[in-house]
């Protein structure tokens, strides 16, 4: 069995101003903060000598490589980023950024935003622009039916409401 794996699908390049503020904070701080303190974590443990069974010096280099890998990603991926702060000209459909209210066949309402894949949050009801139903939604406008291929089957929403924040509203 091979180990290749294929890359995967880039996701979209769309972003709130609120999740790119929160990417480059985390970024700050894995720069800023949180790497310069595990490389003095590293020198320390260094000095105590003979690394290879050093326990401490192991964990910390292994500490600073994910750090480097997580702040390579999110250079690359801000750097390419469109920060989307302004709601499109057509508020009756569904685009980046909107709050859709859906309502399944058993008149069940929920309340979705669509956001790029980095904020994504099915807590706060965030779905991704690439996810299946985000997919489906795009476009669509009130009133319209949505059908969503599910583990369960197909399941079909009606497309109650559609609003965008002001760019204020975050």
Same mark, same amino acid.
């Given at each position: 069995m091979s180990r290749y794996r294929p890359p995967q699908p880039k996701g979209s390049k769309f972003i709130t101003p609120v999740g790119a503020q929160r990417?480059?904070? %985390?970024?700050?701080?894995?720069? $800023?903060?949180?790497r310069p303190q595990v490389t003095q974590a590293v020198q320390e443990a260094?000095?105590?000598?003979? $690394?290879? %069974?050093?326990? %401490? +010096?192991? +964990?910390?280099?292994r500490q600073? $490589?994910?750090?480097? $890998? &997580?702040?390579?990603? !999110? &250079?690359?991926?801000?750097?390419g980023m469109v920060i989307v702060s302004q709601p499109p000209s057509d508020s009756s459909r569904v685009f980046f950024g909107a709050w859709?209210?859906?309502?399944?066949?058993?008149g069940a309402e929920s309340e979705y935003r669509i956001v790029g894949p980095d904020e994504f949050d099915a807590s706060r009801g965030y779905i991704s622009m690439d996810s299946?139903?985000? &997919?489906?939604? !795009? &476009?669509?406008? !009130?009133d319209d039916e949505v059908r969503?291929?599910?583990p369960g089957g197909l399941k079909t929403y009606v497309i109650t409401a559609v609003r +965008? %924040?002001?760019p204020s509203g975050g």
């Open positions: 990417l480059k904070d %985390e970024l700050d701080h894995l720069w $800023r903060v949180l260094a000095a105590q000598g003979d $690394r290879s %069974e050093n326990a %401490e +010096y192991i +964990y910390g280099k600073l $490589r994910e750090i480097d $890998r &997580r702040v390579r990603f !999110l &250079r690359q991926r801000l750097d859709v209210t859906l309502e399944d066949d058993n299946p139903l985000g &997919r489906a939604l !795009l &476009r669509k406008g !009130l969503v291929e599910v +965008y %924040e002001t």
